[in-house]
């Protein structure tokens, strides 16, 4: 979401008298590639750039493939390929060994429909977004392509497309139980064949942190890198006024049951006073966070379950598999810059469902298969 809001800033700022510009978009991934289906990257005439599609190697080449697409006021889709590791195939060393597909769409100002502003209005949203974009067709009806859609607007995109309403469904239903975008193949009433991306997009994630010692500052330093909506519990006072700027909401601890938690929500725990963490842990554990870790020492845990397990309702902490503690991935880490390295990778690891282990000790690739 980072991406597609930094995305959005550069647009809104684009000088459209002098300016035009064209959007780049991943739409389909083999075997190893830096970036996945959905990256982006909005290209001006003027050779700015922001977001990207790689990892520095394709961006030189997808300059000039925007200003064509720009130039001739249609999309077009590029197809890097280096599975025979071949640099000369494309003019670039993409070092990977994978094929990537490449949608350029000019973007049209005028147009209120335009790919960047239907992203806009999933900003706000708290939850998964679908959106559906043509990438291949007969040549005929070229004029179709990068056709862009939500999922409100269903009716509008089968009937302009001649496909199945129950299909598309039926491979939306798909996409959302996997949660990550894939390329499907239909057939119109017209018999014609035609590639369809349904695209899955997360929200950005809630972060709520609860205290106000000098260790929230790195946390929030590196959350507010990773694009990550950023709240605060705890007294104004103890905390530097460069946080208030980046918080979304900061409040004292009385009102932290005012917090909406919801599916996309982490919260942790770094009070470094144990009145305080008991409490907001009791206050927290009834929302049922996906995510809910503690700073502090395993034998620290342990005193709050004793005390936990004595009330009229017990809860066993170690049972609870949303609930970590002591937080963070085992980095070793001292600083409060490197702790909040590991707790922010922790995050990341278990909303991804991964183990957060080293990468050469993974069997298999790096991402799953789409």
């Known amino acids: 979401m980072k991406e597609i809001r930094n995305i959005i800033n550069t647009y809104d700022q684009i000088d459209w008298t002098k ?9 389909s991934v083999e075997e190893s590639a830096y970036r996945r289906i ?12 922001i977001g ?7 961006e030189g080449d997808a300059l000039k493939r925007a200003n064509a697409a720009i130039f001739k006021k249609e999309p077009s889709i590029v197809i890097y390929d280096t599975m025979d590791d071949d640099d000369h195939q494309i003019g670039v060393g993409l070092g990977c060994n994978g094929r990537i597909e490449v949608l350029f769409t000019p973007v049209n100002p005028s147009d209120k429909h335009n790919p960047v502003e239907r992203l806009k209005t999933i900003q706000e949203k708290r939850t998964p977004s679908i959106f559906y974009q043509v990438i291949s067709l007969e040549e005929k009806e070229i004029r179709k392509m990068g056709l862009f859609a939500n999922e409100n607007q269903t009716d509008i995109f089968v009937n302009s497309l001649g496909i199945s309403k129950e299909n598309l469904l039926e491979k939306t239903a798909l996409v959302h139980q996997r949660k990550k975008s894939k390329v499907f193949n239909f057939v119109t009433t017209t ?29 929030v330093g590196i959350a507010k890198e990773l694009g990550w909506e950023i709240n605060i519990v705890g007294l104004r006072r ?7 700027s980046l ?8 009102q932290a049951r005012d917090l909406v938690i919801d599916e996309y929500t982490a919260v942790v725990l770094m009070s470094h006073d144990y009145k305080w ?7 927290f554990l009834k929302q049922h966070p996906p995510y809910l870790g503690m700073l502090g020492p395993k034998k620290r845990m342990l005193k709050m379950q004793t005390e936990l397990q004595a009330d009229t309702e017990p809860i066993n902490l170690k049972n609870l598999s949303f609930f970590y503690s002591p937080i963070g991935l085992d980095i070793g880490a001292e600083s409060p810059e490197e702790i909040a390295l590991s707790i922010a990778a922790e995050i990341i690891a278990h909303f991804r469902n991964r183990s957060g282990n080293f990468l050469k000790l993974r069997s298999g690739t790096i991402h799953e298969r789409t």
């Open 238 to 244: 103890k905390l530097d006024k460069s946080i208030f």
């Open 277 to 283: 963490d008991l409490e907001m842990l009791q206050i």
């Open 19 to 27: 300016e035009q510009a064209a959007l780049a978009t991943v739409v």
């Open 247 to 254: 918080s979304k909401k900061m409040l004292p601890y009385e």
């Open 191 to 219: 018999g014609q064949s035609i590639s369809i991306l349904i695209e899955f997009i997360r929200p950005e994630l809630r972060l709520v942190i609860v205290g106000d010692n000098y260790d929230v500052h790195a946390f």
């Open 52 to 58: 990207g599609i790689s990892g520095g190697c394709l």
């Open 38 to 49: 959905g990256a982006r990257m909005l290209v001006q005439s003027s050779g700015t750039w």
